[in-house]
């Protein structure tokens, strides 16, 4: 192996190249968990900072690259010491990515890994910063003699003495509930709190990969590893139950907490020297403070009982048969960064209800829990969450009328610890905090009560910003930010962080663009799709239900939506996937999810044909939901506006399976896919294609216009017929104007309202942005008047509402980012992408700046326009006056390629623009196009609906376009 890496390219300069950055494995930042012994590997190639570097065909623009992977964790690497795999020279296409799968299969345990990359010149770049990765257990053989522990136990204690050259060690911990582990009294890992993962116990169970560096570990001393499993999600038996009582669910349903661990501890040459699992020989056991915890209800803990260290006894081993869930055989690593908690949250205010009861109020809605450190006395502490509030009452949502959502904490005398509770997180924004006579709360002292984020530790993607006059754009952004955070906890893109907290697969798919454009998710819409395509029916069921189906939410909860065909949510299937493909180039999750999608689409077809009227002809407009949530829909809305939403649904997941086909290089598929979407378009249209109304456009009913038309144009239908698509533009815009700029949508209808209108030009652009500007009901300004900080369930946010649920910001937060910034991939995981702000000179907003990471690197997208006061004067050599309109700086990662629409705001047209590339000095375009570098292309954009334009294609670099109107003096 080594021999191969000398023989790589001749070096023209050592080290003269900037070296590669954000080093993934799987997608994951190091330290990153795979599930897998070939993970792929990728890094990025910083953007080159001088303006005569710039493009593919830059000298400097990469070309080849190497990865080394050896044996332990980052911080005892060396290169050329412990090496698995030294992978050949990869060579980089033009668009192509600086990525490659493990050349060796790895077994289960620490690696550390980093790439170097060649120029077009053979200049080599320094070897990368070194990252880390691990690789959980593979096999049931890998959890050795392992077994289940529980037995009612939620404490376990392991005792371990290691040699001196210990150097690390990894805990693998199976728990359903959720679990938290400490090392001799330290915490080990990033989660307080013991998150489920909330899955399908009957085929999925995760487990968690710790690491513990060598300096918490005592040599040639006895170690104490200490391992708390809760219920979480696991332990009820219908998930979720709607008739939620406060009562033991454990023993009710004869479910309880579960665990099962492996630790092994390795010396500096990664070798193991020590290995403990879980088996009654090894580990004592005891019930512990926590007396019951519900991910639903909340939790109570007993502190009292940690005093009783008498307690402890030999664990019990649980076979897996006396358990309600069928154990699965295997259970693969939890690769979604594991749980933590964010910065303490202060409260806004703190209200005396009572000498025993304070309402807690936040400055705005998060999911996790309350924190209570200033206390004495023994007696109770109680918090109940709440979304909103009447007065000073909580208002309970529907199906926790009688109890709520509560932590109790039972404290003693002389105890100080922070009260945290733990296996239970809810939404909130209010907290009422109550104690017996006994307790006193000292709720006046600083960081007395405060509040912590929890959940799954998503990081941004990207960031937004508008101009300071643009406060509802800004809040807007905020609001569905919070939300998709709130809806992204249990490792599950969930329903609502608060009463239903569960994985509705239409929610998904109304907030997967947004989610995308503001969340690096690529690892939790894997386990999604897994779970989906795991729950897919195999062959007939009791429901007389195709094979080929798939459930509208997982986990499946046993009511009527257990066997529910929308494809307005099962869409989402081969959406999300073909989603993960542009945004991602998640090319291993479609391969796995190929064979499921080709079922659901032929399911769907097999049942249109023996379910439905012949004059839909094979169309699949299956619906139960219609546009959920609607404003003012009647039934005769409902079932027509079922029917078009759902078809186009279709259509956009056969356009999905192209995208998919494509880059697996299935091409025989792609094209009977597009011939199946032309077949099934031209049904579309003529069964929904209302052409005898005053105003022709799709639909039937002036209430469902609304959805109609922006899901008919989302599908593309009316994109071969440019007269058919303009009136359905126009019909699309007059409805929103004759509702004085109201929405009359639900989730799905909302999710492309903006965007179509958006997209058909300057007026429809204008219209959407007052629409998003309204303030009176029904809309998302109405909610901010009456004081949201997040998405609500429904427009009028009714009192058994929740009050942070992501479906109906789904179509917001992603015309937010597409609509202003510009950017949208056009290919797998950015390789091609476009930017193509859309500007009102009369609506705002006058600037906008996203900075959008990628599996590529950074895109940077910041414009500023100038209002005529404020038009920057020059004067050209020809003696004509020239007026700054634009200022627009963009930054092309070094793989990807870019066509970006500038757009001339004031120019009557193209002849009359001038156009500077200020970071080289350069002319682009003054009537004619001039080569700049990086730039391989430009041309008017002579018809476009927002006026004159022009149109660029860019190759890597940053570049900062003044576009300037001219005017003869």
Known sequence: LLALFVVLPHIVAENALPEAINLRADFSMSPAVVSTGTPRLSAVVPVPTQPQMRGSDSPVAPASFSIQVRKGPAELAQRDLNVVWQSEMYNISRGGLMAASCGVSLGSGTYNWDIIWWSRNRSRSPPSMIAQFDVGLLSTTDWQDSQWLGGGDREFRISFAVPLNTSYATLYVASPGGSISSLNGEQVGTDGTGISAWLDFTTYITHMVLQIEGNSLQKNENNELVIRIGCGSWCPSNVPTWEHSHRNISTADGMLPVLRFVLKVFD?????????????????????????????????????????????????????????????????????????????????????????????????????????SAYSGAGNITLEYCEHMTGTSCVRMAGYEKYGMKDIHIIHENQSNPLTPRFAWRGFQYVLVSWTDEVTVDYNQSNAIFAVWTGANISNASTLTFDQSSQMLTKLHEITHR?????????????????????????????????????????????????????????????????????????????????????????????????????????????????????????????????????????????????????????????????????????????????????????????????????????????????????????????????????????????????????????LINNVVRYQ?????????????????????????????????????????????????????????????????????????????????????????????????????????????????????????????????QNKHRTDTANASRKETLNLFVEVPTTSVATLDIPLLACQSAELAFVEEMLSSSVLWDGIGHPVVGVEDVKPLNSSSFGAGLRAVLGAGAYNFSISCTSTM
Not at 568 to 593: C, E, Q, R
Not at 647 to 660: A, C
Not at 788 to 796: D, F, I, M, Q, R
Not at 801 to 821: T, Y
């Open 483 to 731: 939300s998709q955070r709130s809806n992204s906890v249990a490792y599950l893109p969930t329903d609502c962080p608060t009463r239903e907290k569960h994985a509705w697969l239409g929610d998904a798919l109304d907030a997967a663009h947004q989610a995308m454009y503001n969340f690096w998710l690529p690892q939790l819409y894997r386990l999604f799709m897994m779970q989906i395509a795991s729950s897919q029916v195999v062959g007939k069921n009791v429901s007389n239900l195709q094979p080929g189906f798939v459930p509208v939410v997982v986990p499946c909860h046993g009511g009527v939506d257990a066997t529910e065909n929308d494809i307005s949510w099962t869409a989402g299937f081969p959406i999300i996937v073909g989603l993960l493909i542009k945004h991602y180039d998640d090319v291993d999750t479609a391969a796995m999810m190929w064979p499921h999608l080709v079922k659901w689409i032929e399911s769907m077809l097999n049942a249109a044909k023996s379910q439905q009227p012949p004059e839909y002809m094979g169309l699949p407009v299956f619906s139960s939901y219609g546009d959920i949530g609607g404003y003012n829909y009647t039934q005769a809305d409902f079932r027509q506006t079922g029917d078009i939403v759902s078809g186009s649904n279709f259509l956009l997941s056969v356009q999905s399976m192209v995208i998919i086909a494509d880059r697996l290089g299935y091409n025989e598929s792609s094209a009977s896919y597009r011939e199946l979407y032309v077949r099934l378009s031209n049904i579309f249209n003529d069964l929904f294609w209302n052409a005898s109304s005053q105003e022709p456009s799709y639909g039937f009913h002036d209430t469902s216009a609304q959805a109609c038309n922006a899901l008919a144009l989302a599908a593309g239908v009316a994109d071969n017929n440019i007269t058919r698509q303009s009136l359905a533009q126009n019909a």
């Open 268 to 372: 500096s040459n990664a070798t193991s020297v020590v290995e403990v699992s879980s088996k009654p020989s090894s580990a004592l056991a005891r019930h512990g403070p926590v007396l019951f915890d519900s991910a639903w209800l909340g939790c109570v803990i007993n502190w009292t009982s940690l005093i009783d260290s008498a307690s402890w006894h030999p664990a019990t081993v649980v076979s897996p048969a006396t358990l309600k869930y069928d154990i699965p055989g295997n259970f693969p690593a939890l690769t979604v960064p594991t749980a933590g908690l964010g910065t303490p949250i202060l409260p806004q205010t703190v209200q005396k209800i009572s000498s025993t009861t304070i309402l807690v109020t936040f400055p705005s809605m998060l999911v996790g829990h309350v924190v209570v």
């Open 741 to 869: 700029y109201h929405l009359t949508t639900g989730s799905v209808g909302t999710k492309w309202l903006l965007s179509m209108l958006s997209e058909s030009g300057q007026k429809g652009h204008d219209v959407a942005i007052q629409l998003a500007h309204q303030k009176t009901y029904p809309s998302w300004g109405d909610w901010i008047e009456r004081g949201a900080t997040s998405c609500w369930e429904h427009w009028p946010g009714g009192d058994g509402d929740s009050r942070n649920h992501i479906w109906l910001c789904g179509g917001l937060g992603q015309w937010l980012h597409s609509a202003f910034a510009g950017v949208s991939p056009s290919s797998n995981g950015y390789s091609t992408f476009v930017i193509s702000p859309k500007i009102s000179t009369t609506l705002g907003p006058k600037s906008t700046e996203q900075k959008l990471d990628t599996i590529r690197g950074t895109i940077t997208v910041h414009w500023e326009a100038y209002e005529s006061v």
